[in-house]
């Protein structure tokens, strides 16, 4: 990101907390590694950051910014929830059915939305979210492995 993180917050009217600027730099990090993680895990790296946070107080982190479009949460299907950084841009998410590995898929349709509902009902829609699920290639080798 390079916008620093206090000014990040300011802009969107929150208030410039350390859990709030450490949940923040934690979903930045893992930003550029692509990550997607769970409440504990960045509740784990913040504490890297911190020294301590509790787990409760990261979820309300995660709740506000969330709220406002700061990060992500990201809902498959008999998973947690899952946070990343990655805001404001026009993707999908790959989700593994053996160890639920998740990574981020471009949309290959333009603009958001990028897919057009039957129907909408009255409603505006602003976004369309589309979970691919299959297999990841370490759970194909794993398969093939075990098959033999």
């Known amino acids: 990101m390079t916008t620093p993180v206090p000014e990040r917050l300011r802009a969107c009217g929150l208030r410039v907390t350390a859990p709030r ?3 923040l730099g934690v979903l930045d990090d893992a930003t550029g590694g692509h990550e ?33 479009g700061l990060a992500r949460r990201i809902e498959p299907a008999g998973q947690p929830a899952l946070f990343e950084g990655r805001v404001g841009d026009n993707h999908h998410h790959l989700v593994c059915r053996g160890c639920g590995r998740t990574v981020d898929v471009d949309c290959a349709g333009g603009q958001a939305p990028c897919l057009t509902p039957s129907t909408t009902t009255g409603f505006v829609v602003d976004e369309a979210e589309v979970v691919f699920w299959g297999r990841c290639p370490d759970c194909q080798n794993r398969n093939r492995t075990t098959e033999d």
């Open 36 to 68: 997607h993680l769970t409440t504990a895990e960045v509740a784990e790296r913040a504490r890297g950051r911190l020294g301590t946070v509790s787990l409760q107080a990261v979820y309300d982190v995660l709740e506000v910014l969330v709220t406002a």
């Open 21 to 23: 600027a450490a949940v």
